[in-house]
C-alpha cells in the first residue's frame, strides 16, 4: 500500500509538473499573465485533492487555501499556503492522518506553507496579527468540510472592525515602505513589496472588502471609489505588475520578485526593448516600471485617504472658506466647486501655493486629489504660455516654506512633469553611470532640498560655510530654478550640461527673469560640474590652476552660488559618494578663489613665501625654534611648499625635524576632516617599489584612498602623504591610527616588497560595475615644461584598483608625483602626475597604456 502510494504521488508530481510546463508555453504565445496565474492555481488545485484521496483530512476537518493562494493567484514559484481547519483540537490519530497528509503535499513538489487550527484558534491569532487576519480574509475552499469553512469565514466577519483594520493595514504599509526608503524609485525595486509595487493593489483590494466594498476592481468602481478612468489604469498597472513578477520568477527559475541588476538587461530582452542612441534597453525597462509604480503609488495615496474618510465621517466637520476657490475641512484643502480645477485650471498651480502660505493645512483632500490628477491633462502648451501660471510657478519656487514638499506632491499628481515637458523625460529615468543612486528626477528633488536646507538654522550644524554663504544669497530661489535644471537633459545624447543650459536659458526668458538672473541660471547648468572637477581633479597648491578657475567663475556671486549648488549636487547623488574629504577640497578651491577675485593672484614666488611664513608662525606655537627646522627645510624642495598646505608642513616638520635622517620609517596619521577619515605622513628612505608596498597595505586594510602627494627630498627620503578613509565600518579613528603607525613602519622596515609576496585576495566590485561596465579610458598628456605627464583614468571600480595601478606603474619604471583620487560611487575618475623615461619612447608609452587598459579592464570583468 506505501509503495503504491508513493508510485501514485509520483504520477501526481509528473502530471502537475506537465501542467506546469503547458501553462507556461501557453503564456509565452498569448503573453496574459492573469490567465497564467489561475491555470496554476487549478492544476495545483486538482493535485492537492487528488493527493487528499490517497491521505485523506480527519473526519470534520477543512482543507482551505489562504494569502494569494487563496485568492487565486499562483506564480510559478510562489508558496502554496494552506490552512487544515479543525473543528477541535487534534487527537493522535488526527495528528497521524496530518503528517502523512503534510509530507504527500511536500512530495507533491510544493513549496507549502501550512498551518492547523480550530476557528477559535483563528480568531486569536488574527486579533493579535494583521498579517493572519488578512490571510483568512482570503480563505477558497479545496477540500473536507464546507460547513466548518463557512463557520470559519462567519466568525471572522463578526470579528472584523473595518476602522480598526484601516488603521493597522496603514501603519504595515507605512513600515513596509519605509524598509523600502519609502520610495518606488529604488535603483532596485522589489515590484511586490516597494511602494508602488502588487502589495500596494492588494491593500486597496483587502481594505475594499473589509469595508464591504467589493472584492474585486470592477466591484470597487461601482462603489464609486474608483472612476471609470483609474479603474483602467489600476486595472494596467496591475496586469503589468503580475506579468513583471512572473517574468522574474521564469528568468531565476525561483521566487524572486527584485529586479535585481543582473536581471535588467534580460528583462529588457524578454520584453522587447531595444536600444537607442542614448539608452540602453534596460534603462528603458526601467523607466517604464517606475511610470507605473508612480501610478500605483499616486491612486493608493488618493484611495487610501479615500478610505479613511469614509470609515472615519466627520460630517459635521466645520468649513473654513478660504477664498473662492478653496476651503479648509479638517485641516486639508478642499475645492469650493467640484468643477474647480476644469473651469480654472490655473487653480492646478495655485493649490501648491496656497498649502505653502498656510501652515495649518496638513495636505490635500481626498477629493481634491483626485480632481487634480484627474484635471493634469489640463496642462498643455497654453497653459504653459499663461503669465498667471508661469508667475504662479515662480512664486511657489519663491516661498519660504514647503518648496520641496510643493515639488514632490506636483511630481506625484503629475503636476510638474506636465509644466516642464522636459522634466518629463526624465522622469524615472534610470542612471548607469555607477555613482548616482536615484533617477534623474529624484536627484534633482534631493538637490533643491538640498539647497533648501542651507536656508534652516536647523541644519546649520551640517554645512557651516554652505549655511553662512546662502544666508549672504539675494534671490536664492533662483539655486532652485538651477537645481530644476542641472541635469535635465540627461539621456539626449551630447553634453547635457550644455543642452540643460539652453533649457534653463529659456524657461528664465519665458518667466520675465531679468538679464543678470538668467544669465546667473544659466552659468550655473552650464558649469555645474565644473568646481568639482577642479577640486577632486587638479592640483589645488598650483596658482595657476586657482586662476583658471576664478577666471570660470568671474566674480564673487557666481563663485558662491556654483559652490552652493556643487555642495548640494555632490551630497543629493549618493549617501556613497560625499565625505569630508571632497567638501574640504570644495571649500579650499572656494577660499583660494575668493581670494584671486579680489585681485589677490600672487605668483609663485609670493605663494611659497606666505605658505613658509605661515607654516614657521604655526610651529613656533608649538614651541620649536626657527633653528630647529632649518636643517630638515634645508633639504625639501619648491614643488613640496607647492604642494602641502601651512598646517601639514607644519605637521611633517614638528615629527621630522630631528630626524631628517631617520634610518627606520616614520609613519603618522591623524583624523582628517570631520572625523570622516585619515592623513598620513609615510618618511622613509627611497626604494624601489615604495608605492606598490603602500598601496599594498592599503589594500590589506580596506583602506580607500582619496588623495596622494608623492615627494623626495634632496637627499634621497620619500615623503609622502595620504588622505585615506577606513571601511564604513569603522568608526573608531584613533584606534585605526594607532594600527596603522606601528604596522606600516614594520612593513617598510623588513618586509620584501608586496609585488613580490603573495598578492592580496581578489575582490569583486559591485554587481552594478558587473552588470553595467564602464569602457575604461585613459588620457596621458605632457606638462608644458615636459618633465612630467598627467594621467586621466576613468573607469569601474573595484577593491585592490589602485594597488594594481601602482604594480603597472613599478614595472614599468613610473614615478608618481601626485594622485587625485575620486571615488563616486562605483566609479573611479583618478588623475595622477607621473615621470618616467619609458614616456620619452612612443613603443615604450604605448606598451605602458595598453598595461593600464588590461589592469582596468579586469576591474569590470
Not at 524615472?428 to 539647497?451: E, P
Not at 591623524?670 to 577619515?677: F, H, L, M, Q, V
Not at 560611487?825 to 619612447?841: C, M, N, T, W, Y
Amino acid at each position: 500500500m506505501r509503495a503504491s502510494s508513493s508510485s501514485l504521488l509520483a504520477l501526481l508530481r509528473e502530471n502537475l509538473q506537465r501542467k506546469r510546463r503547458e501553462a507556461i508555453d501557453q503564456f509565452r504565445i498569448h503573453l496574459r499573465p492573469e490567465l497564467l496565474l489561475t491555470a496554476l492555481r487549478r492544476a495545483t488545485d486538482q493535485a492537492v485533492r487528488e493527493a487528499i484521496k490517497l491521505h485523506p483530512l480527519p473526519a470534520h476537518a477543512s482543507l482551505v487555501a489562504v494569502g494569494g493562494y487563496g485568492r487565486g493567484e499562483l506564480y510559478p514559484y510562489s508558496d502554496v499556503d494552506v490552512l487544515i481547519l479543525l473543528r477541535d483540537p487534534p487527537g493522535q490519530a488526527d495528528t497521524r492522518l496530518l503528517e502523512a497528509l503534510v509530507a504527500a503535499l511536500w512530495d507533491l513538489g510544493l513549496d507549502l506553507g501550512h498551518s492547523v487550527r480550530t476557528i477559535e484558534d483563528c480568531r486569536r491569532e488574527a486579533a493579535g496579527d494583521i498579517t493572519v487576519e488578512t490571510a483568512l480574509m482570503e480563505a477558497r475552499w479545496l477540500a473536507g468540510s464546507k460547513e466548518l469553512l463557512q463557520a470559519l469565514t462567519h466568525a471572522m466577519t463578526e470579528q472584523m472592525d473595518a476602522q480598526t483594520f484601516f488603521q493597522a493595514k496603514r501603519a504595515e504599509m507605512q513600515q513596509r515602505h519605509a524598509r523600502h526608503q519609502d520610495t518606488p524609485y529604488a535603483l532596485e525595486p522589489n515590484c511586490k513589496e516597494a511602494p508602488g509595487g502588487l502589495r500596494d493593489l492588494q491593500v486597496i483590494l483587502w481594505l475594499a472588502q473589509a469595508a464591504g466594498l467589493g472584492h474585486t476592481w470592477k466591484e470597487i468602481a461601482r462603489a464609486q471609489l474608483l472612476t471609470a478612468a483609474e479603474y483602467r489604469s489600476l486595472r494596467k498597472a496591475d496586469l503589468a505588475f503580475k506579468r513583471l513578477r512572473i517574468e522574474l520568477h521564469l528568468l531565476c527559475g525561483r521566487r524572486e520578485d527584485r529586479v535585481l541588476f543582473d536581471l535588467q538587461p534580460a528583462l529588457a530582452a524578454i520584453y522587447g526593448f531595444t536600444a537607442t542612441k542614448t539608452r540602453r534597453p534596460s534603462e528603458i525597462l526601467m523607466q517604464r516600471y517606475y511610470w507605473a509604480a508612480r501610478v500605483v503609488n499616486q491612486l493608493n495615496t488618493i484611495l487610501m485617504q479615500t478610505f479613511e474618510e469614509r470609515l472615519f465621517p466627520q460630517p459635521d466637520a466645520p468649513v473654513h472658506r478660504i477664498d473662492d476657490d478653496f476651503c479648509m475641512v479638517q485641516n486639508r484643502l478642499e475645492l469650493c466647486r467640484e468643477d474647480g480645477f476644469e473651469r480654472k485650471p490655473t487653480m492646478l498651480l495655485r493649490a501648491f501655493l496656497v498649502m505653502q502660505e498656510r501652515p495649518e493645512l496638513s495636505g490635500l483632500s481626498a477629493h481634491t486629489l483626485r480632481a487634480m490628477w484627474h484635471a493634469r491633462r489640463r496642462i498643455d502648451a497654453q497653459f504653459r504660455k499663461n503669465p498667471v501660471n508661469r508667475r504662479l510657478f515662480l512664486q511657489i519656487l519663491q516661498q519660504p516654506r514647503g518648496i520641496v514638499h510643493a515639488l514632490r506632491r506636483m511630481t506625484m499628481l503629475n503636476i510638474l512633469p506636465r509644466y516642464l515637458p522636459v522634466f518629463r523625460r526624465i522622469v524615472g529615468q534610470m542612471q548607469h553611470d555607477l555613482f548616482h543612486a536615484y533617477t534623474v528626477d529624484q536627484h534633482i528633488l534631493m538637490v533643491i532640498r538640498n539647497l533648501r536646507r542651507f536656508t534652516m538654522p536647523e541644519h546649520a550644524q551640517e554645512y557651516p560655510l554652505a549655511s553662512q554663504l546662502m544666508a549672504g544669497v539675494q534671490r536664492h530661489w533662483l539655486l532652485y530654478v538651477a537645481a530644476l535644471f542641472h541635469d535635465i537633459a540627461k539621456g539626449r545624447g551630447g553634453h547635457h550640461s550644455e543642452l540643460g543650459a539652453r533649457d534653463a536659458y529659456r524657461f528664465c526668458i519665458e518667466h520675465g527673469l531679468d538679464e543678470q538672473d538668467t544669465a546667473l541660471v544659466e552659468f550655473l547648468v552650464r558649469e555645474h560640474l565644473t568646481m568639482s572637477a577642479y577640486a577632486q581633479k587638479r592640483d589645488l597648491s598650483d596658482p595657476q590652476v586657482v586662476r583658471e578657475f576664478a577666471a570660470i567663475v568671474g566674480d564673487e556671486r557666481r563663485l558662491t552660488t556654483l559652490y552652493l549648488l556643487t555642495v548640494a549636487d555632490i551630497r543629493g547623488t549618493s549617501p556613497k559618494v560625499w565625505n569630508s574629504w571632497k567638501g574640504k577640497l570644495l571649500e579650499d578651491l572656494y577660499r583660494q578663489t575668493l581670494l584671486a577675485l579680489g585681485g589677490s593672484q600672487p605668483d609663485t614666488r609670493t605663494v611659497l613665501s606666505q605658505r613658509k611664513e605661515a607654516a614657521a608662525a604655526e610651529i613656533r606655537r608649538m614651541g620649536l625654534r626657527d633653528e630647529s627646522r632649518e636643517a630638515f627645510w634645508s633639504e625639501l624642495d619648491v614643488a613640496y611648499f607647492l604642494r602641502h598646505e601651512a598646517s601639514e608642513i607644519a605637521w611633517h616638520t614638528r615629527h621630522l625635524y630631528y630626524r631628517a635622517n631617520s634610518p627606520e620609517p616614520v609613519v603618522k596619521a591623524r583624523i582628517a576632516g570631520s572625523s570622516e577619515g585619515l592623513q598620513l605622513m609615510v618618511y622613509t628612505r627611497d626604494a624601489q617599489d615604495l608605492f606598490v608596498t603602500i598601496c599594498g597595505y592599503f589594500e590589506r586594510r580596506a583602506l580607500s584612498v582619496q588623495d596622494a602627494r608623492i615627494h623626495t627630498t634632496r637627499h634621497g627620503w620619500a615623503l609622502d602623504s595620504f588622505v585615506v578613509l577606513p571601511p564604513a565600518h569603522e568608526k573608531d579613528f584613533r584606534s585605526q591610527a594607532a594600527l596603522i603607525e606601528h604596522e606600516l613602519p614594520e612593513l617598510l622596515a623588513g618586509a620584501a616588497p608586496l609585488r613580490h609576496a603573495a598578492a592580496p585576495p581578489r575582490r569583486a566590485g559591485s554587481r552594478r560595475a558587473r552588470v553595467f561596465p564602464i569602457v575604461p579610458n585613459i588620457e596621458l598628456q605632457p606638462d608644458e615644461n615636459s618633465t612630467s605627464w598627467r594621467l586621466s583614468i576613468t573607469a569601474s571600480d573595484r577593491p585592490g584598483l589602485l594597488y594594481a595601478l601602482a604594480q603597472v606603474f613599478a614595472e614599468h619604471g613610473i614615478n608618481l608625483k601626485m594622485a587625485k583620487v575620486m571615488t563616486l560611487g562605483d566609479r573611479v575618475e583618478d588623475v595622477f602626475i607621473i615621470a618616467g623615461s619609458a614616456l620619452g619612447h612612443p613603443r615604450l608609452q604605448l606598451r605602458f597604456e595598453r598595461a593600464l587598459l588590461s589592469t582596468l579592464d579586469e576591474s569590470g570583468a
